[in-house]
């Protein structure tokens, strides 16, 4: 899993059980200082209530989308934007949620570059 571009995480009992190089590198964290951190601690408030109810249902068994996205704060508080994708698993006997996180940063940027690009081209089409 260290050879994985995307970050790999496990959280359990709402912390850090296993985090992988990517995702440390992601996030500007060593694997000791995520280690048994509460994972709500790097989400932005305001994507806190969808986390933790996302948790909650994914740890009861209930069905939801697997996939979803947030803003993350790295270690020197700048933000990324992450797609996640989370499954519900096992580990060391207990359940636990076996994320893969990818940072959707630039792809986001680039998305509203070119909205933004488009516009301009229709409104000169219009104008001609």
Known sequence: MDRATDGILITQNSVFKFVNAAFCEMMQYTEKELINKPFIDVVDKGHHAEMLENHKRRMTGESFP?????????K?????????????????????????TRDITDRLQ???????????????????
Not at 66 to 74: E, N
Not at 90 to 97: I, R
């Open 76 to 100: 020197d508080g700048s933000s990324i934007m992450v797609e996640l994708n989370s499954r519900t698993t096992d580990f060391e006997g207990n359940p636990a949620s076996f994320v893969i």
């Open 110 to 128: 680039n998305e509203e570059e070119l909205r933004k690009t488009q516009k301009e081209l229709e409104n000169l089409n219009r104008n001609l």
């Open 66 to 74: 697997a996939i979803y996205r947030a803003k993350l704060f790295r």
